[in-house]
């Protein structure tokens, strides 16, 4: 609590809107969702999509998923793809730890920010996830 406040008070006293909580992971956060990873490169047509599962027993799994469309002289080319793995996971005081399979647990830089509805969305080495089932 006082970390938050320790965050908000400046940025309000200086005028701007809240700022994005640093950490601010909790287990019933990341078991509340799906989360999921949305992103389109308009020059190569192609889109990416990553859902991620987090389980109470301390696993998690994940899958992608690409597809890309490209039109030019002679025709359209479709192509897709995917993959998938997953781990374990635990979150301490704030702070979402991952490892691949059985590998060792390691911290994940994570923010935690609010679209404009209010709902959560978790932005983890860069990417952001939303709620999406």
Not at 4 to 31: C, E, K, R, Y
Not at 110 to 133: F, H, W
């Amino acid at each position: 609590m006082n970390r938050l406040i320790g965050l908000l008070v400046p940025a309000l006293l200086a005028g701007a809107s809240a700022p994005a909580l640093a950490g601010g992971m909790s287990n019933q956060l990341l078991l509340s969702s799906v989360w999921c990873s949305f992103s389109y490169n308009q020059i190569s047509g192609t889109t990416r999509t990553t859902r991620a599962k987090f389980h109470a027993n301390g696993t998690y799994a994940f899958g992608n998923q690409r597809e890309s469309l490209s039109s030019g002289q002679y025709g359209s080319v479709y192509g897709q793809g995917g993959g998938g793995g997953g781990g374990r996971w635990q979150v301490k005081g704030g702070e979402l730890y991952m490892g691949e399979g059985d590998g060792p647990l390691e911290p994940v830089q994570t923010v935690l920010k609010r679209n404009s509805k209010g709902y959560p969305i978790i932005v983890a080495d860069g990417v952001e996830y939303m709620q999406c089932g």
